[in-house]
């Protein structure tokens, strides 16, 4: 990963699970709360987003947490890394037997075209 001090992440999480009881869900609550975030539960999933520099990557750190707690589960984790360079690339995380995982992705722009407007 190739992040820099000044790079701003926007994190938005929708992960879906199955079978995770109240058990596991208020352990993920009480880690949440340990760093800090506000998570949206539904009955099967949760919901969060984040904005902020993360130089300390404590939203990376509170993901591996969570993952030995969830296990498995649908849905993703997107991150678009925004720098001073312009050339925004984005991250995206998934749980998979407890694990996370990551998958970095770009952009790729094509040439430029008029828009034009049938009438």
């Known amino acids: 990963m190739r992040e820099h001090k ?34 949206e539960f539904y009955s099967n999933s949760l919901e969060f ?7 300390n990557r404590k939203i990376l750190r509170f993901l591996i947490e969570i993952a030995s707690v969830i296990v498995d589960c649908e849905g993703e984790v997107m ?11 984005f991250q995206f995380f998934s749980i998979q037997e407890g694990k996370l995982f990551c998958q970095e992705g770009k952009i790729v ?3 430029v075209e008029e828009v034009i407007l049938s009438s």
């Open 49 to 55: 987003d984040y904005i902020g520099r993360d130089t």
């Open 79 to 89: 991150c678009e890394i925004e720098n001073n360079c312009g050339d925004n690339y």
């Open 109 to 111: 722009r094509e040439s």
């Open 6 to 39: 000044s790079d701003l992440f926007e994190y938005s999480t929708c992960l879906f699970f199955k079978n995770l009881d109240s058990k596991r869900i208020s352990k993920i609550k009480k880690i949440a709360g340990d760093f800090g975030l506000d998570l």
